[in-house]
């Protein structure tokens, strides 16, 4: 991989930022300020209606992204953020009473709410302990019963970064005839998810993190087998065939997951996602996801060195991901020191975690280390 012409897609850099938290907000590369530019200037000055081609971009964006999913961009719809890309599966189902959903005690919020609001149905939601803050897929495994309709987990624990596996969980689901959801939000953009491999039926995945996209912008997947019992709760004009036709009034869903894309989308996100995607194709998905997990390794392994504990230690490589977070007594006044020093992370529940991506090198690790040296 280029690292240095890697580099010089990211203005934050030449301003002396360290940033090393993508895991909550990723910045805007270069080839996105760039399309969002143009794409801006041309709302404002000259092509103001150019519907097609926003056409086109929509589905070359979905085409990109199948890539990210081994999957047909039939399957693929755009929505506003994670949590509504889950409600979409949440709220469409024909729940019965006492019905099982299998979530976890560390989930981010964003993969709780929209099934604990079942429980006015009688679903039945069974929260798995975590383990020295991680939930495996055998704590998952289980806590399954003849109940169990659907299990919802991230693709990579938010505190923790530990990547779940997803090919042990979706084998069994698979068996026992179980949907499985993935939030997908700190996974995708620095890692790649097979959702065939996987026998993944739903994922959620917001574009402002590890995407380097903007807030308001979420895509999912959804199969064929799952769409096909599911009745979405919201439809509107876009999620039906012969669309144009607008005064036929004919309530007739897409065959495909636009059917779940009611009304019209966040363009700018779009754009910006497009613009994102193409720069991942650039530098090589698999360059991406080997980058980013050696990164974490070297992180690891330095924090050791300096007696701090991550998370994640003495762990098989296939369990990383682009954050590790070590706990720490005085997490806020780390975050506040390193922020003197134009570093950026962030803490969580009290858990430091860092959080690089593909173009961050051994030199910013330096700079975060001899930092954290001094305020630990
Ligand atoms: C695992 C996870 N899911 C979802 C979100 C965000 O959800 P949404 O896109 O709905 O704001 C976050 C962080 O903000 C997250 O860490």
């Known amino acids: 991989m280029d690292i240095i012409k890697a580099r010089e897609y990211f203005p934050h850099l030449k301003k002396g930022i360290t940033y090393l938290n993508h895991a909550a907000t990723g910045p805007f590369s270069k080839p996105v300020l760039d399309v969002m530019d143009e794409y801006f ?3 404002s000055e000259d092509n ?15 085409e990109l992204l199948t890539v ?6 039939q399957r693929l ?4 953020n994670t949590t509504n890309g889950l409600n979409m599966l949440a709220q469409g189902f024909d729940w019965k009473e006492k019905d099982e959903i299998i ?8 993969n709780v709410y929209p099934f604990l609001n079942l429980e006015r149905k009688g679903v039945k939601i069974v929260f798995v302990k975590s383990r020295n803050g991680i939930v495996t897929a055998e704590d998952i495994i289980e806590k399954i019963t003849s109940k169990t309709k659907l299990i919802s987990v991230s693709m990579v624990q938010f505190l923790s970064g530990y990547r779940i596996d997803l090919e042990k969980l979706g084998k069994v689901c698979r068996e026992r005839n179980i949907f499985l959801c993935v939030d997908a939000i700190q996974g995708l953009g620095a890692l790649s998810l097979d959702t065939k491999k996987c026998n993944i039926d739903f994922v959620s995945c917001g574009t402002q993190k590890w995407m380097l996209g903007l807030q308001g912008l979420s895509f999912i997947y959804i199969s064929e087998e799952l769409q096909q019992k599911l009745t979405p709760a919201f439809v509107g004009w876009l999620g039906v065939n012969d669309a144009w036709n607008l005064l036929d009034y004919n309530l007739s869903l897409k065959d495909s997951a636009e059917r779940f894309q009611p009304g019209s989308l966040n363009s700018a996100g779009i754009y910006a996602l497009n613009a994102s995607l ?12 080997e980058k980013v997990i050696s990164n974490s390794q070297f992180l690891i392994d330095n924090l050791k060195e300096i007696n701090l504990n991550p998370l994640l230690f003495e762990i098989e490589k296939k369990f990383l991901s682009g954050i590790v977070s070590f706990k720490h007594a005085d997490a806020n006044s780390i ?14 529940e009290g858990i430091v975690r860092i959080s690089p991506h593909f173009y961050n090198t051994g030199d910013d690790f330096e700079k975060l ?4 040296k001094i305020l630990i």
């Open 41 to 43: 200037r041309a709302r």
């Open 48 to 62: 103001i209606d150019d519907y097609p081609a926003f056409v086109k971009t929509i589905e070359e964006t979905k």
């Open 68 to 73: 990210y999913f081994n999957c047909d961009p």
């Open 77 to 80: 719809a755009f929505a506003d």
């Open 103 to 110: 979530l976890n005690d560390i989930e981010f919020p964003a």
């Open 278 to 289: 193409k720069l991942f194709k650039e530098f090589g998905l698999k360059e991406i996801e």
């Open 335 to 348: 975050l506040e020191g390193l922020k003197e020093k134009n570093i950026m992370i962030a803490v969580r």
């Open 369 to 372: 280390i001899d930092s954290l």
